[in-house]
């Protein structure tokens, strides 16, 4: 059987890929993704069940941010949870706002499915961008 931790590598690298069918792969039918936020603060906090809510979670985020890069820093592992700190560049495809933050991962991984994955992101900085104009032109 996979560690977590090769699960979660490998989620990372299919996410990048914007490779769904390798994703799907990985998860539980029963995952539950949690974003932690307050409710209504940005389109893609809240809890999302099964398949269909990872694959309403990533359109979400896919509709208004672009990922330009995330590093995982410093990372926990146990026999079914795999805890990732990462930075990364994410732009708002809107207006070009690029936000630079922190996050938190904690994947479960049970039989070598995710079956939970629950987001602590630097809420302030997305719900800045969120809420960024463009910048005018010179």
Known sequence: ???AREVVDDYYV?????DREQLLGLLSPDIVVTYHG???Q????????????????FSLVREHLNIVDISVIDRISTENKMINQCEGLWEYK????????SMINVFTVV????????VYADTAAF???LNS??????
């Open 1 to 3: 059987m996979r560690t």
């Open 42 to 57: 940005l389109p893609w906090a809240g809890r999302f069940h099964g398949i269909d809510g990872f694959d309403r979670f």
């Open 133 to 138: 104009l463009p910048e005018p032109l010179s």
């Open 14 to 18: 299919f996410l990048k890929d914007r």
């Open 38 to 40: 307050q409710p209504g």
């Open 111 to 118: 039989d070598g499915k995710i079956s939970g994955y629950d």
């Open 127 to 129: 719900v800045a961008g």
């Open 94 to 101: 809107e207006s070009g706002y690029i936000v630079k933050g």
